[in-house]
């Protein structure tokens, strides 16, 4: 952690440290609350955890009711499980909805119960096809794993793992270290992962990830022992980012090699408990409530304190 805390120092004046706040409020856990000037003015929460932490564990939002989940705002789940630390995590259906229960999309799993499937999802101007998705395992090693197409349920991945806490998103962002957001197939781009059209007849000429908006992401470093979690907030005098800008960011601010894009807009949401009083709290501004959308999924980090 201070390898990253380092290299953030050393970051040019166009986005200077010194709009930053760094605290350590757990073992194992690095929270920064930063601003930006460039490319628009936005606010940044960002927590960076080192999975090697002794006592360290998570948790995804288990299946319950009569779809795949309940929904219930992120902080609320943190209360819920007495957590440290959560973000919210996949998109779901149906959206926009007063619905209590959700369609998880994406490969979901909780504590070893896998529960949503990868997916040919409605929304593939936004999402794409069995997007890839994060898997912690029981003692938090941490892996990008992808759809196994020799498995018809589309609960089985490539990768010699065993799928224990999986969150998924609408795409990976960064692989490799290098900006991976998708493009829209086309004549130019006959391989591409997104199709053309949706409500706002999405392209390459007009994305539906070039909307400055509030955004979450999630994130793993170059040796797989650092999780980031981060959040762009749209409220608050903040101006939101591209999904583009997400992804530059988390590379070359954070140390991020591979990464993939949340839920946002009304759903991001980042929330802490206070280390001393523990007081739980939504860390970032919602742009859809003061304790944040209910969504369908979110990831509660359970973190253990600091040694006096």
Same mark, same amino acid.
């Given at each position: 952690?201070?390898? *990253?805390?380092?290299?953030?120092?050393?970051?040019?004046?166009?986005?200077?440290?010194?709009?930053?706040?760094?605290?350590?409020? /757990?073992?194992?856990?690095?929270?920064?609350?930063?601003?930006? $000037?460039?490319?628009?003015?936005?606010?940044?929460?960002?927590?960076?955890?080192?999975?090697?932490?002794?006592?360290?564990?998570?948790?995804?939002?288990?299946?319950?009711?009569?779809?795949?989940?309940?929904?219930?705002?992120?902080?609320?789940?943190?209360?819920?499980? @007495?957590?440290?630390?959560?973000?919210?995590?996949?998109?779901?259906?149906?959206?926009?909805?007063? $619905?209590?229960?959700?369609?998880?999309?994406?490969?979901?799993?909780?504590?070893?119960?896998? /529960?949503?499937?990868?997916?040919?999802?409605?929304?593939?101007?936004?999402?794409?096809?069995?997007?890839?998705?994060?898997?912690?395992?029981?003692?938090?090693? &941490?892996?990008?794993?992808?759809?196994?197409?020799?498995?018809?349920?589309?609960?089985?991945?490539?990768?010699?793992?065993?799928?224990?806490?999986?969150?998924? @998103?609408?795409?990976?962002?960064?692989?490799?270290?290098?900006?991976? *957001?998708?493009?829209?197939?086309?004549?130019?781009?006959?391989?591409?992962?997104?199709?053309?059209?949706?409500?706002?007849? /999405?392209?390459?000429?007009?994305?539906?990830?070039?909307?400055?908006?509030?955004?979450?992401?999630? @994130?793993?470093?170059?040796?797989?022992?650092?999780?980031?979690?981060?959040?762009? $907030?749209?409220?608050?005098?903040?101006?939101?980012?591209?999904?583009?800008?997400?992804?530059?960011?988390?590379?070359?601010?954070?140390?991020?090699?591979?990464?993939?894009?949340?839920?946002?807009?009304?759903?991001?949401?980042? &929330?802490?408990?206070?280390?001393?009083?523990?007081?739980?709290?939504?860390?970032?501004?919602?742009?859809?409530?003061? $304790?944040?959308?209910?969504?369908?999924?979110?990831?509660?980090?359970?973190?253990?304190?600091?040694?006096?």
């Amino acid at each position: 952690m201070l390898a *990253v805390l380092a290299v953030l120092a050393a970051r040019s004046a166009d986005r200077p440290l010194a709009q930053a706040q760094v605290a350590q409020p /757990y073992a194992g856990v690095t929270a920064i609350d930063r601003w930006l $000037d460039s490319p628009r003015r936005v606010h940044l929460h960002i927590a960076q955890i080192d999975l090697a932490t002794p006592g360290l564990r998570f948790k995804l939002s288990p299946p319950a009711g009569d779809r795949e989940t309940i929904r219930q705002s992120t902080l609320a789940f943190l209360r819920q499980e @007495g957590a440290q630390l959560a973000i919210n995590g996949h998109f779901f259906l149906p959206f926009p909805s007063t $619905d209590r229960t959700a369609w998880v999309i994406g490969l979901a799993a909780s504590e070893g119960r896998v /529960y949503s499937a990868f997916e040919s999802p409605e929304q593939r101007y936004a999402l794409v096809v069995d997007a890839p998705a994060l898997n912690l395992d029981r003692d938090n090693r &941490a892996t990008i794993v992808r759809r196994d197409p020799a498995q018809s349920d589309g609960r089985h991945v490539l990768e010699p793992v065993t799928l224990w806490n999986v969150i998924a @998103g609408s795409s990976q962002i960064v692989t490799g270290g290098a900006i991976t *957001v998708p493009a829209y197939r086309d004549a130019a781009h006959p391989d591409a992962l997104l199709e053309p059209g949706g409500p706002n007849a /999405y392209s390459n000429a007009k994305a539906w990830g070039d909307v400055a908006t509030a955004r979450s992401a999630i @994130g793993l470093s170059r040796d797989r022992q650092t999780l980031t979690l981060f959040t762009a $907030d749209v409220r608050g005098g903040s101006d939101g980012l591209r999904l583009s800008e997400v992804a530059a960011l988390l590379a070359a601010d954070y140390g991020v090699w591979d990464a993939l894009n949340l839920d946002g807009g009304g759903s991001t949401s980042l &929330a802490m408990a206070d280390p001393v009083t523990g007081e739980a709290r939504l860390v970032n501004t919602s742009s859809d409530r003061p $304790d944040g959308r209910e969504v369908a999924t979110s990831l509660a980090v359970f973190a253990p304190r600091r040694a006096p």
